[in-house]
């Protein structure tokens, strides 16, 4: 089952112009995790943010997490065209073994 | 470093017919990942290895799927018949620890006619 239900499914923007993700989930995490995929490659690990934490920054990568509202968002800043992709979250619960669980994804388009 | 290695990239099939993909995982990474990914869905796990042993394999339909990792390195993924549902890509990863990233291949793309 898909943990993360990310929104919007699609999103176009125009190069330079900020990108906002954002990712809701059921039940309790470990830690929230962004990935993203090129089309037709493999996923590539973006940022970690633990369920202690709120916010997370990574060069044009701006994390945070709510774990009241079991929320996250993703904000690119500064957008390139090089950042079309799909960006997934990913969901680690506290239980079991270690699994990411995944949502379905946003489709991100920036227009040079 | 060298990343997950994966093979074959594509592969097409008839339906009821079998095929087999590969992962070589990150060096020294004991947890290795199989995850299924349908077009214009998110990746959807089917088993979970730590070393040599199963951790879960919960999501695999074991009827028609089957998966090993021989002395804890290399897996292979099996599917005996496919069926057209089976169309995806094939995902594997790893990870050294229970604490941060999964290392993902490039993916097996398989297409079930």
């Known amino acids: 089952s898909q943990q993360g239900e990310e929104d919007p499914q699609a999103l176009s923007i125009q190069e330079g112009e900020n990108a906002t993700m954002n990712c809701s989930y059921k039940?309790?995490?470990?830690?929230l995790q962004w990935y993203r995929q090129n089309s037709g490659r493999g996923l590539v690990h973006l940022i970690l943010?633990?369920?202690?934490?709120r916010e997370k920054h990574s060069g044009r990568l701006r994390v945070t997490l709510d774990t009241s509202k079991k929320s996250s968002s993703l904000l690119i800043t500064a957008s390139r065209a090089a950042d079309t992709a799909s960006y997934f979250c990913a969901t680690v619960s506290g239980a079991g073994s270690y699994q990411l669980t995944f949502g379905k994804g946003t489709k991100l388009s920036v227009i040079p | 470093e060298a990343g997950v290695a994966q093979s074959p990239r594509y592969k097409i099939i008839e339906k009821r017919q079998s095929v087999a993909f590969w992962c070589n995982p990150i060096?020294?990474?004991?947890?290795l990942y199989w995850y299924q990914q349908i077009l214009g869905q998110g990746p959807k796990l089917l088993i979970q290895f730590q070393n040599n042993g199963v951790v879960d394999d919960s999501q695999l339909p074991k009827d028609r799927f089957s998966a090993e990792r021989l002395k804890g390195v290399d897996s292979t993924l099996k599917i005996q018949p496919a069926k057209l549902e089976d169309s995806a890509v094939y995902l594997c990863a790893s990870t050294s620890d229970f604490s941060g990233e999964l290392f993902f291949g490039e993916g097996s793309r398989l297409t079930v006619l």
């Open positions: 943010i633990r369920s202690n934490e």
């Open positions: 060096s020294g990474h004991a947890t």
């Open positions: 039940t309790s995490i470990n830690n």
